[in-house]
């Protein structure tokens, strides 16, 4: 039961840099989300995918794209790093918008 | 504009004793509130929730309250365990919208 599935688990880019922070799910789940979590501000929605060939904005959008591959996969892109965007990225999923949502384990990513 | 407030940054309690973590929300259109529990290098995972149609809501050892007049939401533990040292994290949303986070209370239980 894997649940949900981020790679990878750290990361170190340097300011300018691109990446792409994968997740999976294998729960069958419709909604699937984006969170980073930064010191002192909780966890902030960047985007949400309520199904299958969908995407919105969420909280703090700037600076990420995001793909809805599929059902299972939804990945989060970073054009051009900046120093602001080092935080743990959390990926979730869930049947449903308002319903309890499963996260995975996080991603630390720390931009110099 | 933070909507859902965690006021308490930390929390000590002993071990036995009742651990009462507060959330307050300022949007009167919020109908499903959530409680999350994460430990350090984990993702939050779900502990209890509840909708706006009720006021209370139980799971074993934990029990959540709604007061929607004050737009209050707290989670009451009993008895704590000091594997219940956690941050709590409350979330609300309407209806079928994404979920919106509070900033997290430390819960610390000491033997």
């Known amino acids: 039961n894997a649940g949900v599935t981020q790679t990878p688990k750290f990361q170190v880019l340097k300011t300018g840099q691109s990446m792409t922070l994968q997740c999976a799910q294998d729960?069958?789940?419709?909604?699937m989300y984006w969170y980073r979590q930064d010191p002192g501000m909780g966890l902030r929605l960047i985007y949400y995918?309520?199904?299958?060939?969908?995407?919105d904005k969420g909280e703090v959008p700037n600076g990420y794209n995001v793909s809805r591959l599929n059902k299972r996969e939804f990945s989060l892109r970073l054009e051009s790093a900046a120093p602001s965007q080092t935080s743990v990225y959390f990926c979730?999923?869930?049947?449903?918008?308002?319903?309890?949502?499963?996260f995975g384990q996080g991603t630390r990513l720390t931009v110099v | 504009d933070q909507q859902v407030k965690q006021n308490s940054p930390s929390l000590s309690v002993q071990e036995g004793r009742i651990s009462i973590l507060n959330c307050d929300y300022t949007?009167?259109?919020?109908?499903?509130f959530l409680w999350y529990k994460k430990y350090p290098a984990e993702g939050p995972t779900f502990l209890i929730s509840?909708?706006?149609?009720?006021d209370k809501n139980e799971d074993g050892r934990f029990t959540v309250f709604l007061n929607k007049s004050a737009k209050h939401l707290s989670l009451h533990i009993v008895p704590s365990q000091p594997g219940d040292s956690a941050v709590y994290f409350c979330?609300?949303?309407?209806?079928?919208?994404?979920?919106?986070f509070g900033t997290g209370t430390r819960l610390l239980v000491s033997p």
């Open positions: 979330a609300a949303s309407v209806g079928f919208q994404k979920l919106v």
């Open positions: 995918s309520a199904s299958e060939g969908t995407t």
């Open positions: 949007n009167s259109m919020f109908d499903y």
């Open positions: 729960m069958n789940h419709n909604s």
């Open positions: 509840i909708s706006s149609i009720k």
């Open positions: 979730a999923s869930s049947t449903g918008l308002n319903t309890e949502a499963f």
